[in-house]
């Protein structure tokens, strides 16, 4: 899922590193992250939304061909 | 949520222009501290395998077997009173689409193997030796305990 999780963490002078520990995740989870390998839970992109104080979808962009049925 | 992350949210101003430190976590959840703590884990575990092998060469086999089970201990109590996380969301799906994965590839074996061998030996092309029905048998119940496994999870999710 397409993010801009870089530019935010890069924005705000942290490295991987920094985010992962703030977030009890590993390295390399960020890193799959940001490079739209790795989708997280919603626990995970709730605090990652949090943490750069936004709303997910400011965060990750699903790009959904989908809408819901209308009556 | 944890209280480190809790803590580090915090910290964070609107439309953030924070500065590493105030990200700054204890060092226990720093990454550094994982790896540490991993090495601390799997160090039991690799010493345990090297001495099974040691104990095998000398003909120690009982002894061999004790400290690659110590090992193995050594391994499951660093897991469970490490004070970080040394898994996280990423390796459990990893690890469960590697699962899945390895389930395919027994599957393949199971539905294609094992009828095609008896199909072979009771044309009199082979004859299957031992191993044939022990490994059939050893997937059977490899599958018995992935399905009691899902059924569990089924009643619980």
Known sequence: ?????????????LSQGDLAAALEVSRQTVNAIERDRYDPSVELAFKLARFFDCHIEELFDPDLDWEPPRE | M?????????????R??????????????????????????YGPLGAGVLALWIGIALDRFVLGVALYWAGG???GLVQRFSPVELYDE???????KASQNTMNGFAYVSVLGTPG???LQGSGVVTLPGEFYGATWTLFGGFVAFGASVLYYKRRT
Do not use: Q
């Not at chain 1, 999780?5 to 002078?13: F, K, L, S, W, Y």
């Not at chain 2, 500065?19 to 990454?31: F, Q």
């Not at chain 2, 990423?90 to 469960?96: G, L, Q, V």
């Open chain 1, 1 to 13: 899922m397409r993010n801009d999780v870089r530019e935010r963490r890069e924005a705000a002078g």
């Open chain 2, 90 to 96: 990423r390796d459990t799906t990893i690890e469960r």
């Open chain 2, 16 to 41: 953030f222009t924070p500065s590493i430190s105030e990200h700054t976590t204890s060092a226990t959840t720093r990454p550094s501290s994982r790896k540490r703590y991993e090495r601390i884990a």
């Open chain 2, 117 to 119: 061998g008896l199909a």
């Open chain 2, 73 to 75: 201990l050594g391994l």
């Open chain 2, 2 to 14: 944890s209280v480190t992350v809790k803590r580090a949210l915090h910290t964070v101003p609107a």
